[in-house]
């Protein structure tokens, strides 16, 4: 049942490059993108319990990388692919003090770690475009259409990957190691070594999602994939759409996004009824939209 | 003779200038139970991780079958066969039962997509075994309190361990589910595994164990058969204190009227673990009254409940009115002065500054006038008044608790467990110090105790609280008779 | 000449860093809140003074008072509305009430910015400064308001030094941080103690709002730049310890005074982030703090 209502909204969505306008299309390919922003994060907060502040870091490496060796002459292909091995050397980088560090020190580190990546880009602005931002010269491809299904098609793969991940044996002990890390030691489990790999996939999705997002802006820039804002935009939408269910933060992502487009005409007081919304809705459904569901659905 | 499985010796652990466990050694053969008993503080949890891994030993050995483990890491220490029954434990909400059992079957790898088709058979046959079969594809969440320890209980067979460590098997269960659970752990004897129970007394495991070792203040006192180490001299005094002496008052204080403190079918649940169930108690005006009952009885519990301090079922009535509703510094301030088990001092402040914000409610001038009285009660605090309170000793400590509440000038002084953790020569100030405040003053006190023979000499009457329920009360001297050998 | 300069700028810096962190901590230290709010308070505070000063016209010092009855109200509205809510919910378990509190006082941070945003300005704005004309010390001319706002801080600090050590309210928000529950069985009303604690906070934060506005100048888009700051600062000296975060700020301030002065503006903020992570790194307590 649940998987005919998925393949349903699934190809209605699909088929949306064929009905609507190419700024309807542009602003949910921009929405696919940070949903898988958002689950590579609940794999880290919802399943390894780590709270990461700066998503962006990780997000970062990967555009950055991407756009850079770009602006070199390499394929894009390969420019992708860099980006993604560059956010999981980062994500390794952020893992050893998350294995030290304990709650707020550990959302400090990472604070400061998007902090540092910001200050680095700004500095070198010669290679890096500075605040102003790098131009990417290739794309992904210029038609809208293509764009958006590639967005897609993304979007659905990855979430398939974190989401059979979450539910493998191997996400089950993470779940473990995540909710108390000392009985997870004494079944026999070394911590460690499953939160370190928890790390490396959640840097992965982020940095490949990263890097496509660049070229498909044809811009990196600090304002659209470092800046602390967009990885607190990240968290809420998977706080909002549930922590611990990896579809929620998509689901979330995708919301907040269409949301603040739906609510431009508000002018600079959008930005002021989203994150309202969100306030509220962390205040009363601290579960989340998918959360709040799957726990009606326990009680039934 | 078997070799022993588990050789534990010369284990130490010191936290900063505390030592937690001094010198500890036994061993435990195949197929034999051990119980590890010793009141709360005594060093037996913090034992149980250092064998674990959980904490770092600072010198000595665990051997497991001749293999020296005391330095590896938790996992590895679980994976070569000990494994751990929680006394608390964090189950994974999402999942169902079934699957909380399967992932202890799960081997330490990373690249473990799917489970074994057998995962599946095998944790389905341990949920029967230890009597989840009904409930296996419920989520914890539903179940109650018995079936979640019975949940842990199945994760530590399903690692299918050589030596399991259980802490504190019954606390919290039922007479019914005590027994079938002494029947699963039996059954690990059966299976020729070395078991080690950790309780807070010998009687809750003596009928399980095949001996007996007490540690208290973080050494060994005594070793043996569960009877022998019940009337072993040291553990007597350890739990009782020495032989019970009462003294009945000249004047008995008149029990009419309006009871001071009247509590009737009290229950208080954590989560889903009964720690009171139907407590009935009165305590009149100037009265001195004892509950006595070992460690996890439930005295703090009702305390507590009578503080305000945890929710419950029943009625609480302080001169008639009803408690409920009120915050618990509400209830301080009406006249009801806690002084806890844990003390809960301002370690960082003087003894000068902790009682003068016990003493923050009163009139300036009363204030100064207890200031005095309580100096003359307890001198040593005088002399320490400059000192910070966490650099005190123990026994100072207890007494700058004590004198904290007194500054509030309460009408009912409840005092938790004073004697926790203090040598015997500090229990006999501090029995003085009662004495003088029974005598001299008209407070009424209220004062649970594990150790009889610090609770009786004061008491006017007593109450015997035992897994949750109050089993007897009446008054000290017929309580050696009636209710003092099923005590221990 | 160059050094005196440091010494004398990187000191004023270092005194607002200072009073805005005291703040942040104090509030850690007593109710175990980490209000990432902050630099939302500080920014409400300096805008209300800036608008009620100049704007509306009342004078900088009508200005400057009403901003700080602007950060107190900010401050109970960010206890009352966000952080209260959070701490007595049920649908929230015990163990994530951290995650919510920092997550909603983020987003309520967010909230403050775009309100001032759209109702005044994002645009820098400048706080006219309570004295005008300059001072010359060895040689370094100074701007009199300059050493005004050391001395306003330095002010404060003692104030509060004077208010935790010496009254008796003071001794109850010391004992608070030390043991809520002790306090509780005291027959001390924990609401009521942290009304106090946020009242305390709301003040400090306004006055270093407002000076900073006077000082540097400020906008709604420093928001998260000012509370990260603070964040960092009371981390280094210690979490929860207001003697650390007091010498930590002078560490920030000078390191950042004599990055900037010496080697270059644009890396201002580099070195210090750099102490800040072989810190946590090494010493995750902080310089200052106890384990």
């Given at each position: 049942m649940r998987i005919v209502t998925a393949?349903?909204?699934?190809?209605?969505?699909?088929?949306?490059?064929?009905?609507?306008?190419?700024?309807?299309?542009?602003?949910?390919?921009?929405?696919?993108?940070?949903?898988?922003?958002?689950?590579?994060?609940?794999?880290?907060?919802?399943?390894?319990?780590?709270?990461?502040?700066?998503?962006?870091?990780?997000?970062?490496l990967g555009a950055y990388s991407a756009g850079l060796l770009d602006n070199h002459g390499v394929p894009v292909w390969l420019c992708v692919i860099a980006g993604a091995l560059a956010a999981v050397i980062g994500g390794f980088v952020l893992a050893l003090p998350a294995l030290r560090l304990r709650g707020p020190y550990f959302g400090l580190i990472t604070l400061v770690a998007v902090l540092v990546l910001q200050q680095v880009i700004v500095i070198f602005a010669g290679v890096t475009g500075g605040e102003i931002g790098l131009t990417i010269n290739d794309v992904l491809s210029v038609d809208s259409g293509h764009n958006y299904w590639l967005a897609l098609a993304f979007l659905v793969i990855s979430g398939l990957i974190l989401y059979s991940f979450s539910r493998s044996a191997a996400g089950l002990i993470l779940q473990a190691c995540g909710q108390d890390a000392i009985e997870a030691q004494a079944l026999g489990f070394n911590v460690a070594?499953?939160?370190?790999?928890?790390?490396?996939?959640?840097?992965?999705?982020?940095?490949?999602?990263?890097?496509?997002?660049?070229?498909?802006?044809?811009?990196?820039?600090?304002?659209?994939?470092?800046?602390?804002?967009?990885?607190?935009?990240?968290?809420?939408?998977?706080?909002?759409?549930?922590?611990?269910?990896?579809?929620?933060?998509?689901?979330?992502?995708?919301?907040?996004?269409?949301?603040?487009?739906?609510?431009?005409?508000?002018?600079?007081?959008?930005?002021?009824?989203?994150?309202?919304?969100?306030?509220?809705?962390?205040?009363?459904?601290?579960?989340?939209?998918?959360?709040?569901?799957?726990?009606?659905?326990?009680?039934? | 003779m078997t070799p022993p499985l588990l050789e534990v010796s010369g284990l130490t652990k010191r936290f900063g200038g505390l030592v937690a466990v001094k010198n500890l050694g036994f061993s435990i053969a195949a197929g034999e139970i051990l119980g590890l008993i010793g009141p709360n503080g005594s060093g037996k949890s913090t034992a149980m991780k250092l064998i674990m891994g959980i904490e770092r030993a600072n010198i000595g050995s665990v051997r497991l079958a001749g293999r020296e483990i005391v330095s590896w890491p938790t996992h590895r220490i679980a994976r070569a066969g000990i494994g751990l029954v929680f006394q608390h434990s964090r189950p994974l909400h999402r999942q169902t039962v079934l699957e909380n059992i399967k992932l202890a079957l799960l081997p330490d790898s990373l690249f473990q997509l799917a489970a074994e088709r057998s995962v599946d058979a095998k944790a389905r046959a341990i949920g029967e075994r230890v009597g989840l079969g009904a409930v296996l594809d419920r989520h914890p969440t539903t179940l109650p309190f018995a079936d979640l320890r019975r949940m842990e209980l199945a994760k530590a067979i399903a690692r299918d361990p050589e030596v399991v460590l259980v802490d504190e098997p019954f606390a919290g269960l039922t007479l019914a589910e005590v027994e079938s659970f002494s029947a699963l752990i039996r059954s690990f004897r059966e299976e020729g595994k070395a078991v080690l129970l950790v309780d807070h007394n010998v009687k809750g495991v003596a009928a399980l164990v095949d001996r007996v070792l007490a540690m208290y203040l973080g050494e060994r006192i005594a070793e043996g058969q569960a009877d022998a180490v019940m009337r072993d001299e040291t553990v007597r005094?350890?739990?009782?204190?020495?032989?019970?002496?009462?003294?009945?008052?000249?004047?008995?204080?008149?029990?009419?009227?309006?009871?001071?403190?009247?509590?009737?079918?009290?229950?208080?649940?954590?989560?889903?673990?009964?720690?009171?169930?139907?407590?009935?108690?009165?305590?009149?005006?100037?009265?001195?009254?004892?509950?006595?009952?070992?460690?996890?009885?439930?005295?703090?519990?009702?305390?507590?409940?009578i503080s305000g301090l945890v929710p419950y079922a029943g009625a609480i009535e302080w001169r008639g009115g009803a408690l409920a509703g009120k915050t618990p510094a509400a209830i301080a301030r009406g006249g009801i002065a806690q002084c806890p088990e844990t003390r809960e001092l301002f370690g960082d402040m003087s003894v000068q500054e902790n009682l003068d914000l016990g003493g923050q409610h009163q009139p300036p001038?009363?204030?100064?006038?207890?200031?005095?009285?309580?100096?003359?009660?307890?001198?040593?605090?005088?002399?320490?008044?400059?000192?910070?309170?966490?650099?005190?000793?123990?026994?100072?400590?207890?007494?700058?608790?004590?004198?904290?509440?007194?500054?509030?000038?309460?009408?009912?002084?409840?005092?938790?467990?004073?004697?926790?953790?203090?040598?015997?020569?500090?229990?006999?100030?501090?029995?003085?110090?009662?004495?003088?405040?029974?005598?001299?003053?008209?407070?009424?006190?209220?004062?649970?105790?594990?150790?009889?023979?610090?609770?009786?000499?004061?008491?006017?009457?007593?109450?015997?609280?035992?897994?949750?329920?109050?089993?007897?009360?009446g008054p000290p001297d017929r309580f050696a008779a009636e209710a003092g050998a099923g005590y221990l | 000449m160059r050094g005196l300069q440091i010494l004398v700028d990187g000191f004023a810096i270092s005194t607002l860093y200072a009073l805005g962190a005291i703040g942040f901590s104090l509030i850690f230290g007593v109710s175990g809140v980490l209000n990432l709010a902050h630099g939302g308070i500080m920014v409400a505070?300096?805008?209300?003074?800036?608008?009620?000063?100049?704007?509306?016209?009342?004078?900088?010092?009508?200005?400057?008072?009403?901003?700080?009855?602007?950060?107190?109200?900010?401050?109970?509205?960010?206890?009352?509305?966000?952080?209260?809510?959070?701490q007595r919910s049920r649908a929230i378990p015990r163990d994530e009430t951290e995650i919510f509190v920092l997550t909603a006082t983020l987003l309520w941070g967010i909230m403050i910015q775009e309100a001032i945003a759209y109702f005044f300005t994002d645009s820098p704005i400048t706080v006219r400064p309570l004295i005008n004309g300059v001072v010359d010390i060895f040689g370094v001319r100074t701007p009199a308001n300059e050493i005004l706002t050391a001395a306003i801080c330095w002010v404060s600090i003692g104030l509060l030094w004077l208010l935790v050590n010496r009254t008796r309210a003071g001794k109850t928000l010391l004992a608070a941080s030390i043991n809520p529950r002790g306090l509780t069985l005291l027959g001390f009303e924990l609401s009521s103690v942290y009304l106090l604690v946020w009242a305390i906070y709301g003040v400090?934060?306004?006055?270093?709002?407002?000076?900073?506005?006077?000082?540097?100048?400020?906008?709604?888009?420093?928001?998260?730049?000012?509370?990260?700051?603070?964040?960092?600062?009371?981390?280094?000296?210690?979490l929860g310890s207001v003697s650390g975060s007091l010498i930590a700020a002078y560490i920030i301030g000078y390191l950042e005074t004599v990055t900037a002065y010496l080697i270059s503006p644009t890396l201002r903020t580099i070195p210090s982030l750099l102490l800040l992570v072989l810190v946590v790194y090494l010493r995750p307590q902080g310089l200052f703090g106890r384990r």
């Open positions: 393949l349903i909204i699934l190809l209605a969505l699909a088929s949306l490059p064929f009905w609507v306008s190419a700024y309807i299309l542009a602003v949910l390919t921009v929405a696919y993108y940070f949903g898988v922003f958002a689950m590579a994060w609940d794999l880290l907060f919802g399943f390894a319990g780590e709270v990461n502040f700066g998503p962006t870091f990780l997000i970062g070594k499953h939160k370190l790999a928890a790390f490396a996939v959640s840097a992965l999705f982020s940095g490949l999602a990263g890097a496509m997002l660049v070229f498909y802006l044809g811009t990196a820039s600090v304002d659209t994939v470092v800046d602390i804002s967009v990885g607190v935009q990240i968290i809420i939408a998977a706080v909002l759409g549930g922590r611990r269910t990896i579809v929620g933060a998509a689901i979330g992502a995708v919301f907040l996004i269409v949301a603040g487009e739906i609510l431009r005409p508000l002018g600079q007081l959008n930005t002021f009824v989203v994150s309202a919304i969100a306030l509220v809705v962390i205040l009363f459904f601290p579960d989340g939209l998918v959360g709040y569901l799957l726990r009606r659905g326990e009680r039934a | 005094r350890v739990y009782l204190g020495g032989a019970i002496e009462t003294h009945a008052r000249a004047i008995a204080p008149e029990k009419s009227g309006v009871p001071l403190l009247k509590v009737t079918d009290l229950s208080v649940f954590y989560g889903k673990a009964q720690a009171l169930e139907r407590v009935a108690l009165e305590v009149h005006e100037r009265e001195f009254v004892s509950v006595v009952g070992l460690n996890g009885a439930g005295k703090t519990t009702l305390f507590n409940a001038a009363e204030r100064a006038a207890r200031l005095i009285w309580l100096y003359d009660l307890f001198p040593i605090l005088k002399s320490r008044s400059k000192q910070l309170a966490r650099t005190l000793s123990g026994g100072e400590q207890q007494m700058l608790a004590i004198a904290r509440a007194l500054m509030m000038n309460p009408s009912l002084l409840i005092l938790d467990e004073p004697t926790l953790g203090l040598a015997p020569v500090i229990l006999e100030q501090l029995s003085k110090a009662l004495e003088r405040l029974r005598e001299t003053t008209s407070i009424t006190v209220l004062l649970g105790e594990q150790n009889v023979t610090f609770a009786l000499p004061h008491a006017d009457r007593v109450y015997v609280l035992e897994h949750a329920r109050i089993i007897w009360q | 505070a300096a805008v209300a003074a800036w608008y009620i000063a100049g704007p509306l016209g009342a004078g900088q010092y009508v200005g400057a008072l009403a901003g700080v009855g602007c950060g107190i109200i900010a401050a109970f509205a960010t206890y009352g509305l966000v952080v209260r809510p959070i400090l934060a306004a006055i270093a709002g407002v000076l900073l506005a006077m000082f540097l100048g400020t906008s709604s888009n420093n928001i998260g730049v000012l509370t990260a700051s603070a964040f960092s600062i009371v981390v280094l000296g210690g």
